[in-house]
C-alpha cells in the first residue's frame, strides 16, 4: 500500500459539455492532503470500460484511500453516499449506447457493500466549514453506482485493507443556467469539500456517534 489517495472522477454525458467531478479531479491531482499524494483519474461515463479502469486503478497504484465522484443533477448539496448496490437499470444509455436494465454489476456478488468511511464524521467537517454535505441512502442505478459498487467490491476482494467511498456533487452554476430552478455549487466550494473530506477520511480513526438516518 502507497501513501496515496486515488481520486477519480467522470467526463461528460447526456449532453453535458462539462462534469463537476472531472474538474475537481483536475483540481486535486498531484496536491498533497494529510501526507497523502493525491492520484487523479477520469473514468468513462461507459459501464465496462469503467469497471475495468477502477481494478486497473486500484492495482496501479495500491493507495490507503479511494474516493469516487460523480455528478448528480438536481442535488444540492455534497452527497456521502452510504450504500452501494449490486443493480443496473439504466434510464439512459452510457455514452456507448448501452442501456443495461434490471442486471448485476458484478455476477455471484453480495446485494450491496456499505463503506468503511467516517460519513458522519466527513459531513460534520464540511459543514463547518459552511458547505453544504448530506448522507445519501442512494447512489442511483447508474454508471456512478456501477463504479462505487465496483470499487467496494475490489476492495472487499482484492484489498481488504484499502477504504473507499463515493461522493455525489452538484451542477456546476453554468450547468444549471440551462436547467432554470435547479440548484448548483461553485467549482471552488466543492473542491474544498472534496479535499476537506479526503483530509477527515485518512485523519478519522471512528465516525461520529450521531443519528444520520431517515424517517421515509
Known sequence: MTDAVLLTGFAPFAGECVNPSERIVAELDGTTIA?????????????????????DLLDLHSPRLVLAIGQAG???????????????????????????????????????????LPLKAMRARLQELGIPAELSLSAGTF??????????HRLATHHPGIRGGFIHVPWLPEQAAAHPGEPSM?????????????DCALTTDRDLHVAGGTTH
Open 143 to 152: 454508471v456512478c453506482n456501477q463504479a462505487f459498487f465496483a470499487l467496494m
Open 74 to 116: 438536481g442535488r444540492a448539496a455534497l452527497s456521502l453516499e452510504r450504500v452501494a448496490i449490486n443493480l443496473v437499470d439504466a434510464r439512459i444509455a452510457d455514452e456507448t449506447g448501452t442501456q443495461p436494465i434490471d442486471e448485476s454489476v458484478v455476477a455471484d456478488a453480495p446485494a450491496a457493500y456499505f463503506p468503511r
Open 186 to 198: 461553485a467549482l471552488e466550494t466543492m473542491v474544498d469539500g472534496v479535499r476537506a473530506a479526503i
Open 35 to 55: 501526507g497523502c499524494r493525491v492520484v487523479g483519474a477520469v473514468l468513462p461515463v461507459a459501464f465496462a470500460a469503467t469497471r475495468r479502469g477502477i481494478e
